[in-house]
């Protein structure tokens, strides 16, 4: 079966940095898209990264852009996202995507078809 394991959380002071990583097992990983989503507590998830199947593309919601780099690892099946400068808006549930379809729909929960468990960054202020 299809397997996204995410590693990476903790907690962290504002300033400081973080990185996730997501293996995948079970898909056949460079055909997918791959994207970082995050949940904070009484919101929405959203899209934090994306990179699509080649590594080629990137894109970043604009709360992250400078400060956040998504890449992936094809012949690992991994795919990773460094936060640095990070702040304490950044506290969410991160959770590791795979997006078969197009790449710039890639935005919301229902392009994606299968999610990680989730894994917690805290960042204190």
């Known amino acids: 079966q299809v397997q996204l394991v995410e590693s990476g959380g903790g907690l962290v002071q504002a300033g400081g940095s973080l990185r996730l990583s997501c293996t995948a097992s079970g898909v056949t990983f460079s055909i997918y898209h791959m994207g970082w989503f995050r949940q904070a507590p009484g919101k929405e998830r959203e899209l934090v990264a994306r990179i699509n199947w080649s590594g080629g593309m990137t894109d970043y919601s604009d709360s992250v852009k400078g400060r956040f780099t998504i890449s992936r690892d094809n012949a690992k099946n991994t795919v990773s996202l460094q936060m640095d400068s990070l702040k304490p808006e950044d506290t969410a549930v991160y959770y590791c995507?795979?997006?078969?379809?197009?790449?710039?729909?890639?935005?919301?929960?229902?392009?994606?078809?299968?999610w990680g468990q989730g894994t917690q960054v805290t960042v204190s202020s």
């Open positions: 995507a795979a997006a078969r379809g197009s790449y710039y729909r890639m935005t919301t929960d229902g392009s994606v078809n299968y």
